[in-house]
């Protein structure tokens, strides 16, 4: 049974609230610097954990046996304690001779990670899927001619900063540049954790523009991550949408349930469930990223009645596999999020020992169709480079056509036919003919 203060405390955290309550001693969260180990080895006296995550406890135990379960569980002193240099990461794994090098390239994309994704980290090689999606390497640095910072051509459909409208009935609104941590594979490379990223200081202008737009239903606030955010300036933002009358849908893509799940308190939740409906994309890479942590803020967004779905980009030796995908895809709908899309990879700089052929995607959605619920399938897309949008790509299962017949490819490879009666009277047969 939970501790009933933990029930009544809405701050409490993922990762705490679902195990009895443990020692309340320790210092104050503003009370803690950056770590400095050595430091934090003086300063703080041991407290018992009772994390309910094995793998985690243990590596707490190993990397940072002085901070109180109070403390570890907070979701800004996860944030502020982040990993983000090879010195800091070098504590928590060996770091191979291609990882340090890459540690020390400026041209690259910035390094952060919290404490607790670390720890998922702690025991691994330096092929561990994992890892390869964090952990910068040289061939970060290695740009091809078919590469380009901006793949998408956000900001040639930017009327202003923090504003890309690609599409008549929805916006992106690009609230911040900062993230939790740094997925090396970011289609917004080129503004995640950057400083002087060109976007909006304070959302007025950017507000206005949606307001004096009324084709403009839907809201897709990204980043960087917003639940990055404090509390009060998300509640801001949500609330001004909230404002415009013709702003129907607002929706909200984050990979914080699962690289700082210590965010989802009870009072962001409570917060975000005031502006219905609301929806959240949560970006999942790996099986492994389905921990007990990730599971309760899940089950504490989808008890609050936000739909939740999931957004994966296909990643050359991380999860190119159908197994990997189909365990990821069926573990996602035990947590209650519906897997949504499966990306190709943009081709941003760099990013040429992540993307796999296309014909791969199409080979795991074939194996996954008829071999697990199709809610368990998402749909394979390609965001067009040059901004044409998100295209959805199948496995061929359509043949064609033998008279008025309608040939199709089942999950087996067997063809049935469908009477297509009305075919003939078509200007064009729906399928191509074989």
Not at 227 to 234: A, F
Not at 236 to 250: F, Q, S
Not at 315 to 324: K, P, R, S, V
Request: charged letters at 20%.
């Amino acid at each position: 049974m939970e501790d009933e203060t933990l029930l009544n405390e809405d701050t409490e955290p993922p990762g705490a609230a679902s195990c009895k309550l443990a020692a309340r001693q320790g210092i104050a969260v503003a009370a803690v610097p950056k770590h400095n180990f050595p430091v934090l080895l003086k300063q703080l006296t041991p407290v018992a954990g009772s994390h309910c995550n094995p793998a985690v406890q243990n590596y707490r135990k190993q990397f940072f046996p002085f901070i109180s379960d109070s403390l570890w569980n907070d979701w800004t002193w996860q944030l502020s304690n982040r990993l983000t240099n090879g010195a800091d990461l070098a504590r928590i794994i060996a770091l191979s001779a291609d990882e340090k090098a890459a540690m020390g390239n400026e041209g690259i994309m910035p390094f952060a990670i919290t404490p607790y994704f670390a720890s998922l980290l702690a025991a691994s090689s330096e092929t561990d899927p994992l890892r390869k999606t964090m952990v910068p390497v040289r061939q970060e640095a290695m740009e091809s001619p078919q590469e380009d910072s901006d793949p998408l051509t956000e900001e040639r459909h930017a009327p202003l900063p923090g504003i890309v409208h690609r599409y008549p009935d929805r916006v992106l609104f690009l609230a911040t540049s900062s993230c939790a941590a740094y997925c090396r594979y970011c289609t917004r490379s080129r503004l995640v954790g950057r400083r002087g990223a060109d976007l909006p200081a304070n959302w007025r202008e950017a507000l206005l523009y949606i307001a004096a737009n009324k084709n403009i239903r839907d809201v897709l606030i990204s980043g960087g991550d917003p639940l990055t955010l404090p509390d009060d300036k998300l509640d801001m933002l949500l609330g001004r949408l909230r404002t415009i009358d013709h702003v129907e849908i607002i929706r909200i893509g984050t990979k914080v349930p699962v690289v700082l799940p210590q965010r989802i308190t009870f009072r962001l939740v409570s917060i975000l469930k005031r502006y219905h409906p609301l929806l959240m994309s949560i970006h999942v890479t790996h099986p492994d990223e389905l921990t007990p942590e990730m599971k309760q803020a899940c089950t504490r967004l989808a008890d609050a009645g936000i739909p939740l779905g999931s957004q994966t980009v296909l990643l050359a030796g991380i999860n190119d596999q159908a197994e990997t995908m189909k365990r990821l895809m069926q573990g996602l709908l035990r947590i209650r999020v519906k897997p949504y899309y499966l990306y190709q990879c943009d081709p941003i700089p760099g990013s040429a020992h992540f993307r796999t052929p296309v014909s791969r995607g199409l080979e795991i959605i074939r194996q996954l169709r008829g071999h697990t619920t199709g809610y368990a399938v998402p749909t394979f897309v390609i965001d067009a480079p040059g901004g044409g949008g998100k295209i959805p790509l199948l496995p061929e299962s359509c043949l064609g056509h033998e008279g008025t017949d309608l040939l199709l490819r089942n999950h087996e490879g067997r063809i049935y036919r469908y009477p297509d009666s009305g075919a003939g009277r078509r200007a064009e047969p729906p399928c191509p003919e074989p």
